[in-house]
Each structure stands twice: as structure tokens, then as C-alpha cells.
């Protein structure tokens, strides 16, 4: 059982349908515009960091570090994730709150 809130709300999301996982299909909603939020693990490559710190800068989409790949994976019920992007403006939302709280705690 998934006791982390964030990871709790990713996979509601991704049960929505509203998470797009993986770096290709993740790099693509981020250039079209639909993404929101994109989440990059810790654990991802220096290289993967950088290339979505840049795509999330430059189509102004909120970015964050947070979590393993094998987290962020089982969250949203794959194997092992190094990013993700969630499509829905509330999951989003909602999710960037439950990081605040979490860096404030």
C-alpha cells in the first residue's frame, strides 16, 4: 500500500487517465502544450534531468524532482519511470500542494 500522499495522487491521476509516463510519451505532452506538471525522479539520469529542466523552461511547465524510478513506476501501476507528466490542470494543482507540504514538514 502506497502511504505517500503525492504518490497516492499520481495514481488516481494515472487511473484517469491524465499521467503520460515515460520519457518519450512525457518530452512529447510537454512540447504539445498539455502538460502541466511534469515529475522527474531523483534517481533519473543527470542527462534526463537536465534535458526536461530545459523542455519544462522553455514551454513553461512546472517541474519537479521527487521520488525513485521504481516509485514513480509502482505509483502509477508500469515498471520503472524516470519521468512522468500529468495532463489535468487540478491533478496538478493538487499535486504541487501536497509537495509544498511536504518540503515545509
Known sequence: MIRDNVLSMLGIAAKAGRVASGEYQTENVVKSGKSHLVIV???ASDNTKKTF????EFYETPMVIYGNKESLGHAIGREYRASLAVTDEGFAKALL????QKTTE
Not at 53 to 56: D, I, L, M, S
Not at 97 to 100: D, G, Q, R, S, T
Open 97 to 100: 500542494k501536497k509537495l509544498a
Open 53 to 56: 529542466r530545459n523542455k519544462c
Open 41 to 43: 525522479a531523483e534517481d
